[in-house]
């Protein structure tokens, strides 16, 4: 279940009430950040730290990454499920003052990955970007898809997400073969990315998040690149079908 932890307090403590967390993976300085009463409300079988966070501030049951990492097996844990077992949860923007949730199975995610690989000819040798966050779900697309067809996934990294002069480097520098985003980051490319200069023969798709009608004439009117396709992976509504 990945949250923004860039969302206020208050949101990421309804989305982890509403989900009931069991486990938590941070960093010790976002967990300062969760307030008595939601440690009081969501207690923790085991807390993961991504960083050498103090001994005397680790909260119990907490472990960090770095210490025990080398100790865990190789081997694929055996945890049975079905295809309608859930595999993942993504929350909407919350424009109504309550964030809601989606809940996605396996078969959703199988379904979106098969239909990816097929209907965009993604292989092993793709290398796809990843400019959405984990919590938001154009990255359900990268991340599964690439997955499925063992390809490689270069990670967008945050500071760079809404600069298209460094995103269109970026894309240059990695060999992206294909690209997803909401559409005005494709407008934002095309308009102030500096694409004439960039050697982007790597790149042989660029797919817009979104089926909107007006999207698709921003991207005719504004993006010069080799494939233009609007994706049909563009909210958590349709991400479960």
Known sequence: MPVDANAPGPRLEEIGRQCAFRALISSHELYQRLSRSFHHECPMNAIYFIDKAPEAALPLPALTFADNLPQQSSEDPAVPVIDNDLACILFTSGSTGVPKRVM?????????????????????????????PFNFDLSVFDIFVAVKAGAAISLVPEGLAVFPLQLSSFIQDQKTTVWYSVPMVLALLQARGRLEERDLAALRRSDAGDSEEKSHEIIQRDWAMRKIQLAPFSTPATNRH
């Open 104 to 132: 996605l199975s396996h078969l959703t995610r199988c379904h979106l990955s098969t239909g990816g690989c097929e209907t965009f000819g993604i292989t092993a040798n793709d290398r796809l970007s990843n400019h959405a």
